[in-house]
């Protein structure tokens, strides 16, 4: 039976609480707004299922990450679509696909008090508030099951998450329901804090309720992040999320074991930003976009092959060394901030506003390393 003592051995994925057939594990959220999952004793048989479906805590080999890898550098031929998008528009492209062919997809988008869930979409309209990076652990509550459901029906299903997520998919489902079920992840830095996020959407909402929300506006252009808020007649840029993000201070403490790489993706798809592609394909350094992507499976292949007529794309060949420079979150997993344990507890005494004065842009110490930096590139410049 499953039993979480250690908060980094479990990721969150759903997938024991969807296999339960007595409805013994339901996913309780912990002081951080990440969901666990949680025994009811008296109605677990210890048939021990839900611990042969945890993907996350299988042994695994320890191979070497290869010192070469064969990616796709991608960009979506429709600029008005490329616009749309967060980096190259694959996701746009490979989703038009499966839509076409009858199929659905399933992804993560912002609710109405834009907290994250992932949904189930089977049309291109509704598939437009899929489109985006969501910085924040997304719900899956009741989605496994219902893309079980869908592939029972025959229906093509396109299963878009971070590793862990479509791992826990993939282990759900049972193989011979697996020839329609497509997945595609991305490489992942770690999903931060669904409370403290909540949190700053109220602070933000303290005088008006956002009409809109990004986690990373493209209107700043593709190479800067900036989450933004909409208010009528107005869109206010902060760095706020971005800061405590990148700091790694607030992730999921799964993230920082997380043995998903290169060598151990469980998706027919992997996509990304397409980082340094001026070294490795300069004709599509523009500043426009472009998404890197990795086939792992003969599905994957066929999939992006079937989307490729919606794209511009150039192989290529990248090195480890350039993945660890780049994309290192496909070579090793996050390392945890320093303050990590001191963040969480100063959160749960003192709130968002507290750590956001102290580890990211609210308060003094941060204008005061904006003065500095700006006064050491002064005296660089002379």
């Known amino acids: 039976m499953i039993r979480i003592t250690d908060r980094s051995s479990c990721c969150g994925c759903t997938a024991c609480a969807s296999v339960c057939p007595h409805g013994a594990i339901s996913m309780k959220e912990d002081r ?10 008296s109605l677990c048989t210890e048939c021990g299922l839900c611990v042969r479906t945890c993907d996350f805590i299988q042994e695994r080999a320890k191979d070497p990450v290869p ?10 031929v429709d600029d008005e679509k490329l616009a749309g998008s967060q980096s190259g528009g694959v996701f746009t492209a490979l989703s038009d696909v499966i839509l076409a062919e009858g199929g659905v997809v399933y992804g993560a988008s912002l609710t109405d008090d834009y907290s994250v869930s ?19 652990q997304s719900n899956l509550t009741g989605i496994f099951a219902s893309v079980r459901n869908d592939l029972q029906k025959g229906i093509p299903v396109m299963f878009t998450g971070t590793p862990c997520q479509v791992a826990g998919l993939r282990s759900f489902i049972v193989p011979h329901l697996q020839e329609n079920l497509f997945t595609v992840d991305f490489i992942c830095h770690g999903v931060p804090s669904p409370a403290v996020w ?7 909402s303290g ?3 956002p009409s809109g929300v990004s986690f990373r506006d ?8 900036w989450e933004s808020f909409s208010y009528a007649g107005r869109k206010e840029f902060r760095e706020t999320w971005r800061l405590l993000f990148y700091k790694n201070i607030m992730l999921r403490r799964s993230c920082f074991r997380c043995p998903y790489n290169i060598n151990e993706r469980k998706a027919d798809v992997t996509m990304a930003d397409f980082w340094g592609v001026e070294e490795i394909v300069p004709e599509l350094a523009d500043g426009k976009g472009v998404s890197m992507v990795i086939c792992f499976t003969e599905k994957g292949s066929k999939l992006f092959s079937r989307a490729s007529s919606y794209l511009r794309t150039a192989k290529a060949v990248v090195s480890k060394e350039f993945l660890l420079r780049k994309n290192p979150n496909l070579v090793r997993p996050s390392v945890p901030d320093k303050d990590l344990e ?24 941060y ?6 930096k700006y006064i050491a590139n002064i005296f660089r410049k002379k």
Request: net charge positive; charged share 30%.
């Open 32 to 41: 951080m707004g990440f969901a666990y999952p949680q025994l009811d004793e």
């Open 198 to 204: 909540n949190d700053y959407v109220t602070w933000m």
């Open 342 to 365: 001191c963040f969480e507890t100063a959160y749960q005494e003192k709130g968002f506003v507290h750590v956001a004065q102290r580890w990211a842009d609210l308060g003094w110490r």
């Open 118 to 136: 992932h949904i189930r979409v089977d049309n291109i309209h509704s598939r437009e508030c899929l489109k985006g990076s969501k910085y924040v």
């Open 218 to 225: 493209g209107d700043m252009g593709w190479r800067v992040h």
């Open 207 to 209: 005088r008006a309720k």
């Open 67 to 76: 010192d070469r890898v064969k990616v796709i550098a991608a960009r979506h």
């Open 367 to 372: 204008k005061a390393w904006k003065i500095k």
